[in-house]
């Protein structure tokens, strides 16, 4: 970006008119903001050019970033501090993480507080805390129906519990996650009433539209998210006679960002969160935030244009916070979520890797790794500064959406495999272990997605009900290679709840009228505590899957490697029933190896040979156990769905 000697003059004058103390206390952040305002000029004109109205927004924008700086609380700025001095922190083999819902965890946050305790005994030290802000119960969609952003939902407790929480979890070195639900309000959120009662300044905060004229013309194009509980992309509102755009349920109204109130007003409530000292804002559903007729109105270039804007304003208001895109896209279209070109790196630095969680499944159910490995030059496109949050599962479904050729690459027809795939896991062929069921079908596509627990999928829940012994012990194993898989690529593992003792699924969600119509409810447990309590009876499957992703955390904490460096090699595939990864860092060396397939797999000792200097012995920090290394034609031999991580030793 060019030295712009106007624009660095103007701010000056607002920074004079706040009294920032710029060459006192506030001299870190004042430079912070005159070494990123003309990346912010430039992104913001991008998107909202020089109007009157334009300008006289980035003036409150440019004001918006001092007082988010004035508020940061000291404590948030010396760890900003830290964080700045770490470097990408977030890359680190020590933080693991879990997912919950603290209704259904603990029922609020003034108890969370207890469960610290819990937390550190399986290692974890990232919570996210599924949306807590006010959403109408009965029409919340878990949470992502936000009617108040700055308002704890009282079910909840308050922002006093929530901060009071993360100090807590502060001097235990705990990090923070919660979401901005950026795409869409509740239509009981403020603006949606005001929209509602034909107030024109509310009704532009969303796409509306007096007849069906234009919401034709985006419906033509856009694919439906929830095709079998809320079909159609436009719902009508009686009371103000017009159309608008609802891409999830019709209760979610699609915000306007061509709108730069909405973007400041959005942005206000980002560094809100920011800080009440957040550690990572989780974007929720960054790929819808900008529309345009005749494309299916995901992944435009304006979305990104926007996701860069907040990136530079948060560096330069709470550079300690990072930013997650949750875009659950085409494996192509997440790497953008990364920054492109000039941008690289600079836009979400974390995001889901929800392509090689949907690859394990594929992996787990048919044997084979092939369809993985034809998706891996694509997913190590990742630039290097930015991180993947690994995961088996979380509250979302599981959706089969990689690219076909990724499947004729391994010798499979597309359409008969995810077929499969979807038989598999909704228990609909006979043999099938697998307990979920079908989410979002879409008749007009053949489209579905997967709902189950992790447990359930592995088979748990069928080899209890079947009281079958064998069986269970194997969804154990399953489960465990599921984890341990995801634990090791690199990047943030994040535990989905109640997943760390092998929770089923739970069905009770049909009783509920605001739940029934979505069965993802399946696999969001309510947590009962003398269930949780056998991880303290040695026999318990509770104890064991609790043990043993307690022990997965502990060795990945001790291996630096495994940190996110982009350091990962796959290992030539000598056998496709295994799926093995190399990590190094310096000269030392970790080969993880997983066998998905219910046969015995026999890998040539030749694969450790094939990787530069050459060591005679592998220790194992799994099964604890030393091996030597053998001659090319004999092998070592990894039981059905066991693993192995492997260092090699003199
Ligand atoms: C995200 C959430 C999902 C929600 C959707 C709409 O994908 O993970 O649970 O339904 O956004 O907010």
Known sequence: MTFNKELHEYVNSIIDKKQVDVKGKDNVFYSRLMSNIDTIDHLYREIYGHGQFADEKYNELIVTLIEAHQKRENDLRDRDEEKIEKGNWFLSNEITGMSLYVDRFCENLKSLPEKLTYFENLGVNFLHLMPIFESPAGESDGGYAVSNFRKIDSRFGNIEDLISLRKRMQKKDMYLMIDIVLNHTSHHHEWAQKAKSGEKKYQDYYYMYDDRWIPNQYDDKMPDIFPESSPGNFTYIEDCNKWVMTVFHNYQWDLNYRNPDVFCEMLENILFYANIGVDILRIDAPAFIWKETGTTCQNLPQAHTL?????????????????????????????????????????CDVAYNATHMALQWDMLASGDTKVMLAAQHEILQKPYGTTWINYTRCHDDIGLGYDDYMIEQAGRNPYEHRKFLKDYYAGAIWNSPAKGALFSSNPKTGDARISGSLASLCGLEKALDEKNEYQVDLSIKKILLMQAHSFFLGGIPIIFYGDEVGYTNDYSYLNDEGKSYDNRWMHRPIIDWEKNKKITDPHSIESI???????????????????????????????????????????????????????SAYLTWYAFKEHGSFKPKLYDYWKEKEYTIGLDNDYLIIEPYGFHLLEPRD
């Open 307 to 347: 996701l860069r804007l907040i990136k530079q304003c948060v560096l330069v208001s709470a550079p300690g916070m990072a930013l997650l895109g949750e875009a659950i896209v085409a494996p192509k279209d997440i790497m953008k979520y990364f920054g492109t070109g000039a941008f690289t790196a600079k836009e």
């Open 545 to 599: 899957i609790f043990n043993a992703t307690k022990k997965l955390i502990s060795i990945r904490k001790q291996h630096f490697l495994v940190g996110d460096h982009k350091n990962l090699t796959w290992l030539t595939p000598h056998n496709h029933q295994i799926a093995g990864y190399l990590r190094t860092y310096d000269d030392k060396k970790l080969y993880c190896l997983f066998n998905f397939s219910n046969q």
